[in-house]
């Protein structure tokens, strides 16, 4: 497996990282101990979790992800493997975590880091992400900015925490020897080159990775974002390679195929939009036509871009891990790439 610096951090990842979103929900720790121990045999050492997995987030599971990892990691040498998790801010309706966190102040940036490792059974974090922006940006699907969301229910404008603050209470953590590098997740363009400026300007730490979106069918980081991780020497660490699963074809002779997209009603309003199933089925036809299954196309496609850091898989079956895996050693032709191309300029990012 090949590896890669996140930024300039020091610290070496694998070029494929392990997801664990499913653990505590769709995953049994028997499930996700053989994952964990599959993934580290292939040379796999980069490992993601959040407080708020598993997902969908909900109030009875929510937690459970990390006391899974914690029950691993507790048997392992701590060395063996880069830890990434993330805090949950405001804006995202979650009451159960932390009585619904008002901010990402330093109360909560603490508090969050603290009961983390405590399910973790580790004394630090390898990466600590923010997991979306606390002010007012389009995410999950939304994308559109709105200068409305600005304001309060009294029309009056809302008091974001500084990015200034949130910086120095992860400062104090890094410190303390808790986290050893930062990043930023579902962020967009303005707030890393705002979390960079300031970290320069007030000698604070400097952003490492990004984690965000990116697949076949949202390619939206191409547009402003490819410009700043390359410019500022920023990793990406990518997520929903597969598009929840679009991306395989499951779902394009059978919409009711099992899968997680199915499972939970209602989520993933991302891959609701409209032209998602075309570009599924068009991606699904080009594979078939050059030899390769839809998942070698989508998979090999976001593992080999030049701005690529580590990609972030998931699986529910180690059936699909070991064939998620397999797929980095595909290379895609200059035939296949340009027919990519051919096809995103016809159907642009369904599914921003």
Not at 83 to 108: C, E, H, T, Y
Not at 280 to 296: D, F, I, K, N
Not at 314 to 328: F, V
Request: aromatic residues 10%; contains cysteine.
């Amino acid at each position: 497996m090949d590896e890669t610096y996140l930024g300039d951090s020091g610290i070496r990842v694998s070029k494929i990282a392990l997801g664990t979103m499913t653990y505590g929900d769709q995953n049994t720790q028997e499930d996700a101990d053989n994952q964990l121990d599959f993934a580290l045999a292939q040379g796999i050492n980069f490992i993601d979790t959040a407080e708020m997995y598993p997902v969908p987030p909900k109030a009875e599971t929510v937690t459970r992800t990390e006391t899974i990892l914690g029950h691993w990691i507790k048997k392992q040498p701590r060395d063996k493997f880069v830890l990434a998790s993330k805090i949950a801010g405001p804006r995202r309706g979650m009451q159960w975590i932390r009585g619904g966190p008002s901010g990402l102040d330093k109360a909560n940036i603490r508090q969050a880091v603290h009961d983390s490792l405590q399910r973790l059974q580790t004394d630090y974090l390898d990466v600590l992400y923010l997991h979306w922006p606390e002010r007012n940006v389009p995410m999950f699907g939304q994308y559109q900015f709105d200068p409305k969301a600005e304001l309060d229910s009294d029309g009056q404008p809302i008091s974001w925490v500084t990015i200034q603050a949130q910086l120095q209470a992860l400062d104090e953590l890094i410190k303390e020897g808790k986290v050893r590098t930062i990043g930023l997740s579902n962020e967009q363009p303005w707030g890393l080159m705002e979390f960079l400026r300031v970290a320069r300007e007030q000698g604070l730490p400097r952003i490492s990775v990004l984690q965000n979106c990116y697949n076949l069918m949202n390619r939206g980081l191409e547009f402003g974002m490819a410009e700043v991780l390359y410019r500022e020497r920023i990793s990406l660490a990518a997520y929903s390679p597969l598009a929840f699963g679009h991306l395989t074809g499951k779902y394009i002779k059978n919409p009711d195929a099992p899968g997680r997209v199915t499972l939970f009603t209602g989520y993933a309003q991302r891959y609701k939009k409209p032209g998602v199933p075309a570009a599924s089925a068009a991606y699904a036809e080009l594979a078939q036509a050059h030899g390769l299954t839809p998942v070698q196309l989508a998979l090999s496609f976001v593992y080999h871009r030049w701005f690529m850091g580590s990609t972030i898989i998931g699986a529910t079956t180690m059936a699909q891990l070991q064939e998620n895996i397999a797929a980095y050693t595909v290379h895609l032709s200059e035939e296949v790439l340009n027919a990519i191309e051919q096809l995103h300029l016809t159907m642009m990012n369904p599914a921003p």
